[in-house]
C-alpha cells in the first residue's frame, strides 16, 4: 500500500504497537491518546504529529485506526470523529467492544458515507509488538477490502467473518474458549505445586502433550513465579466476560464455566489485581487454601 496519512486514537498497551507497525511501514501517523503526554511520547519514539483530541487528530485523514478500552470510549470518540470525517473515508475499530455498540456506529458512520469495521483482535501485547495479531472483522466487503493492506502492517492473520458485529462475537467466542482453559491451568499448576513436584519440568513436559495451549506457553511460568505486571488486564478480561454473557443471555445459551470464571475474576480484583494481567486467576487459586 502507498504511504497514507493514518489517524490512530488509543495508544494503549495495544494501540502503541499497532501504530509504531503503522509508522514503520511509511505512513504518515496521527497518534491521539486522551491522557496528556501519551502521544508526544510515541511521537518522539516513532515520529508524526500528537494530539490528545480525536477531532483533531482526523483531520486530513480519510484512514482511522482506534484500540479503545470498550463501548464507552468508542461512542465518544465517534461523536468526536464522525463529524470531521470526510465522505468515504474509513474507520478500523481495534476494540472489544459489545456487537451492538459496533452496530450502532456502524449505521451512524454508514450515514455520514463513512465506513466502519470492528476488527478486535486476538494474541495480545506480544502479537501487537510482534505484528503478528489475528484480527477477527465484521462489516462490509469493500471495507474490509481496503483495510487489509493497512492491518497487515501488524497483524498475520485477518479474516471478514461477516456483517457488521461479527467481528466482535467471534471475538466473545475466542474469550469463551479461553476463559475456563486459563483458571484449569491455575488449577494445574497449584495442584502440582502442593504436590512437591518440579512445576518447571511438569510444564515442560505438558507443553508436548494434549494440555498444551497459548496460555500454557505464554504464562505457565509466569504464573509460577508470580507476575503479572503486564499484558491483558483482569479489568479488561471482566469487561469482556460481561459482553460474553450478556450477549449469551441475549441468545439464551448458558454458559456454566464462563460465568463461574466471571466471579473468579471478580475475586482477583477485590485482591488488588485490577491492573495485572488476568492470569493472576493463579494468586486466587493459590491464595484459596
Ligand atoms: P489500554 O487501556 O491500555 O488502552 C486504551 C487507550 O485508549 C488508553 O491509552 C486510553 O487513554 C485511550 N483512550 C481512552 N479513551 C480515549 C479517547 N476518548 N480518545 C483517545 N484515547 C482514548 O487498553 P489495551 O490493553 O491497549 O486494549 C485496547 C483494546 O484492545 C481493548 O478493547 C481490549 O479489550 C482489546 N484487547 C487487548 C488485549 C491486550 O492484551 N491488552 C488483547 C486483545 C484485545
Redesign the pocket.
Known amino acids: 500500500m502507498s504511504p497514507r496519512r493514518i489517524a490512530i486514537?488509543?495508544?494503549?498497551?495495544?494501540?502503541?504497537h499497532m501504530a509504531a507497525h503503522l509508522a514503520k511501514a511509511g505512513h504518515v501517523v496521527s497518534a491521539?491518546?486522551?491522557?496528556p503526554g501519551?502521544a508526544e511520547k510515541w511521537v518522539d519514539e516513532n515520529g508524526g504529529s500528537a494530539f490528545?483530541d480525536?477531532a483533531a487528530a482526523v483531520v486530513g485523514c480519510d484512514i482511522v485506526v482506534t484500540?479503545?478500552?470498550?463501548d464507552r470510549?468508542l461512542f465518544?470518540?465517534a461523536d468526536?470523529i464522525l463529524p470531521v470525517l470526510g465522505n468515504g473515508s474509513l474507520w478500523v475499530d481495534?476494540?472489544?467492544?459489545s456487537a451492538e455498540g459496533a452496530r450502532v456506529v456502524h449505521a451512524r458512520a454508514a450515514e455520514r458515507n463513512v465506513a466502519f469495521l470492528d476488527a478486535?483482535?486476538?494474541?495480545?501485547?506480544d502479537?501487537?509488538r510482534n505484528g503478528t495479531l489475528t484480527v477477527m472483522a465484521g462489516g462490509d466487503r469493500e471495507a474490509f477490502d481496503r483495510a487489509e493492506s493497512v492491518m497487515s502492517s501488524y497483524a498475520a492473520r485477518i479474516t471478514l467473518m461477516g456483517d457488521s458485529g461479527a467481528g466482535q462475537i467471534t471475538?466473545m467466542t475466542n474469550q469463551i474458549c479461553v476463559v475456563g482453559l486459563c483458571q484449569a491451568l491455575a488449577e494445574g499448576l497449584d495442584f502440582a505445586e502442593s504436590a512437591g513436584l518440579d512445576v518447571s519440568k511438569v510444564i515442560h513436559v505438558m507443553l508436548q502433550g494434549s494440555s498444551a495451549s497459548w496460555q500454557m506457553a505464554n504464562r505457565a511460568e509466569k504464573m509460577l513465579a508470580g507476575e503479572y505486571n503486564y499484558?491483558?488486564?483482569t479489568t479488561?478480561m471482566r469487561?469482556?466476560v460481561g459482553l460474553v454473557l450478556d450477549e449469551a443471555k441475549s441468545m439464551n445459551v448458558p454458559l456454566p464455566v464462563t460465568t463461574m470464571v466471571g466471579e473468579m475474576l471478580a475475586e482477583v480484583s477485590r485482591m488488588g489485581g485490577d491492573a495485572w494481567d488476568w492470569c493472576s486467576l493463579m494468586e486466587r487459586q493459590r491464595h484459596s487454601h
Open positions: 486514537i488509543g495508544l494503549g498497551r495495544m494501540g502503541w491521539c491518546d486522551v491522557v501519551v490528545t480525536a484500540s479503545l478500552p470498550a470510549e465518544a470518540v468526536a481495534h476494540s472489544t467492544t478486535p483482535v486476538s494474541g495480545g501485547v502479537g501487537a471475538k499484558g491483558f488486564s479488561l469487561k469482556d
